[in-house]
């Protein structure tokens, strides 16, 4: 089959690739018919994630049709359609069981923190991903999901990342009625938080980039002010002007350790390696957020440490709440929104790129070129 193939930093090519098989009861082997290209991504392409091994295939957002199933598989039959949440979780642990599905203990025996993600090294099971024309799901009585038949494909697989992590950033936020959130980020997770911000009570939402086409389409797309990050000082400031001087309720990072707009994050976190890469938008949401507010992050930070403002945190008094997003606890409220009508996640998908071009479709995505949001790849047995 044809798969994405991780050949170190920067090179990432379309290749043949044996095809997955069913090797534990509980798998099953998915045809994919959509998967996408997501930031986490580019941390990975980057060569920023600890133990990504050359030859992994990545993709942990993905929709596809069931081609076999293990002998235990009770959920799940040949021919369904599915969208698979990005975490690979087992259901029934003590964490699962809390719905901390992002976290669970049976899954990934190289981590005391994260679970098992699709396509994303090592540290995370390493579990080849969906960028290819087939997969291994496993645990697969829990986590694919059916597609609803009148839901759009496209919808579907924003359903699998996206837009639950920016849906869980702002849940996390405890946002209160008529609450000011400011996100961090215009990538599609600081978009879907934004525009879930005032499904959650928000009475002023302001979205933070220095990508002028990505700010016009969040304005658009979630009503929200936008600030361009070029064009400010210092950005606590900026937000206390905006906010009477108190800050922002609540700030949400879904930037991550690839902030740009500080020289010395950039010095100590890319350069020196000092840090695991550049916590700005971090720095900037405990300093905007007002005393006593909640800081939400999404943005995905290694596991080597990075130098975040504790102090002013404490000091503050301020909540701050994290994780990886649990995809499926937030499935039944989300799909709802979509039949309802209230959002279209796939508004956000400007390109679409046959797996073939791989390559093309990461440089494009990491440079930002050609006023790109969200990638689709599209493999070759599902075109015709
Ligand atoms: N926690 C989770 O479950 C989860 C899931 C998906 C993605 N993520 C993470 O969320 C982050 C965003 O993902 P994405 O797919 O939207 O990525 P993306 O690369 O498309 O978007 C990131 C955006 O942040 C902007 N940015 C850079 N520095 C900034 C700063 N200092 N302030 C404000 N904006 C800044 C960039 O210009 C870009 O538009 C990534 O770190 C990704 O790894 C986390
Ligand atoms: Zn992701
Ligand atoms: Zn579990």
């Known amino acids: ?32 018919t959509r998967s996408c290209i997501c930031g986490s991504d580019l941390h990975l392409y980057h060569g920023l994630v600890p133990d990504t091994r050359v030859g992994m295939t990545f993709g942990h957002e993905f929709t596809g049709i069931v081609e076999e199933v293990g002998s235990s598989v ?44 699709y396509g994303y090294s090592h540290t995370t099971g390493g579990y080849d991903g969906g960028q290819a024309e087939f997969v291994r799901v496993p645990m697969a009585d829990v986590g694919p999901t059916v597609i609803p038949s009148d839901l759009d494909l496209d919808d579907a697989v924003l359903l699998t990342d996206a ?76 937000i206390k002007k905006m906010t ?33 890469g550049a916590a700005t938008a971090l720095h900037w949401a405990i300093n905007s957020v007002r005393k006593g507010g909640t800081v939400s992050i999404v943005g995905v930070y290694g596991p080597t440490f990075n ?32 039949q309802a009508g209230r959002i279209k996640p796939s508004e956000v998908i400007t390109h679409r790129f046959p797996l073939e071009e791989i390559a093309d479709a990461y440089h494009m995505f990491s440079s930002k070129l050609d006023n790109i949001i969200k990638p689709v790849l599209i493999p070759p047995s599902i075109r015709h």
Request: glycine fraction near 10%; aromatic fraction near 8%; include cysteine.
């Open 307 to 338: 130098a975040v403002p504790i102090g002013n945190a404490l000091n503050k008094g301020l909540t701050l709440r994290m994780n990886q997003a649990s995809v499926k606890r937030h499935l039944p409220r989300l799909i709802e929104h979509i």
């Open 163 to 238: 837009y639950p992590t920016g849906y869980q950033a702002a849940e996390m936020g405890d946002i209160e009625e008529g609450d000011t959130v400011v996100v961090f980020g215009a990538g599609p997770v600081g978009i879907f938080a934004a525009k879930s911000a005032w499904l959650l009570g928000a009475g002023r939402v302001i979205v933070v980039d220095h990508l002028e086409y990505r700010l016009e389409f969040v304005k658009r797309f979630a009503q929200c002010e936008i600030i361009n990050f070029k064009e400010v000082d210092d950005m606590a400031i900026h």
């Open 74 to 117: 009770q959920n799940l039959k040949k021919g369904d359609h599915v969208l698979v949440p990005f975490n690979i979780f087992c259901g029934s642990c003590y964490f699962c069981q809390k719905e901390l599905y992002s976290n669970c203990h049976n899954v990934n025996p190289e981590a005391t923190a994260v679970g098992g993600i």
């Open 244 to 276: 009477d001087w108190l800050g922002a309720d609540v700030c949400i990072d879904a930037v991550g350790c690839e902030a740009a707009g500080s020289a010395l994050q950039q010095l100590t976190g890319v350069k020196l390696k000092l840090q695991a």
């Open 1 to 32: 089959m044809l798969a994405m193939n991780y050949r170190g930093p920067y090179r990432v090519r379309a290749q043949q690739k044996g095809e997955p098989e069913i090797e534990h009861p509980n798998d099953a082997v998915i045809r994919v």
